[in-house]
């Protein structure tokens, strides 16, 4: 095994890759610490609750330990993988309030934070007001225009990785990206908030 340090904390990487995060609780603990604050990015640019943006983080790193051994290196990069994990827990999650919406008119069964765990959400959630703005900006795109502009505006990936997460070519994910790009210039505000281009 490798040693890395970051910052003070040592972390193994097994050489064998990410399917071994499953197998080796330090190997996870690593993955973790280095991948906590962009899952949480990413998931409070989309979801205002706190107490689901918590929930959301434990579900994506669950998702993490059984779906490690389908990771491959040659197909995109490591945070391109793990928000392709985020981002579909995040839309299984969706539906399933969805349905429970339906179903009771409420969602219920949400777990108690302490009071510190839900200052530092609201305040990541507050953080992340401008991103929100922006991708409530482009929500009449098709949703694959959508996905493909937050991720590589907001989230800061590029095309390519962006197409892994999506399962699209990267080809498809240039020409979708510049015909999205290009019909939001209209849009008031998104622009400053999109960045430039990648």
């Keep these: 095994m490798d040693e890395v340090v970051e910052g003070a904390m040592p972390v193994r990487r097994d050489r064998m890759g990410l399917a071994d995060i499953a197998r080796d609780p330090e190997a996870f603990e690593g993955f973790y610490r280095r991948h906590f604050d962009a899952v949480t990015r990413f998931l409070a640019r989309r979801v205002e609750d706190p107490h689901l943006v918590a929930d959301l983080t434990a579900n994506v790193f669950l998702a993490v330990l059984d779906s490690a051994h389908t990771y491959r290196s040659d197909r995109g990069s490591e ?22 919406l339906r179903a009771t008119s409420r ?40 996905a493909l502009l937050g991720l590589v505006a907001v989230d800061g990936l590029t095309t390519a990785e962006a197409a892994v997460v999506l399962g699209i070519r990267q080809g498809t994910a240039r020409v979708r990206l510049h015909r999205a790009r290009r019909s939001i210039q209209q849009l008031p505000g998104v622009m400053p908030v999109m960045g430039g281009t990648k």
């Design 79 to 100: 945070i391109a993988w793990l928000f392709g994990v985020t981002r579909n827990t995040l839309l299984a999650e969706q539906r399933r309030a969805a349905r429970e």
């Design 107 to 146: 969602i219920a069964g949400r777990r108690l934070l302490d009071g510190d765990d839900v200052a530092r959400l609201e305040e990541r959630i507050d953080a992340e007001e401008p991103a929100r703005r922006a991708l409530a900006a482009i929500a009449g795109l098709p949703e694959l225009d959508r």
